[in-house]
C-alpha cells in the first residue's frame, strides 16, 4: 500500500508541475488516504502480533 501512496504522490507532484491543478489535488488526497489508511493496517497488525506473542522454548 505504501506504494501506492508513493505513486500517487509522484502522480501529483508531477501534475503540480505541468499546471494541473485538479488533478494533482486529487492525487494527493488519494496519496494521503492510501498512506493513512496502510499506516492504520500497520498499527492493527504490530499490535496483534505483540498479543499473540510466542510461546517460550522449553
Known sequence: MIGWAITFLII???????????VAGTALEFAKIVFFI?????????VVGLLRGRAPAP
Open 38 to 46: 496502510a499506516l492504520i493496517l500497520f498499527a492493527i497488525s504490530a
Open 12 to 22: 501529483a507532484l508531477i501534475a503540480g508541475l505541468l499546471g494541473f491543478g485538479a
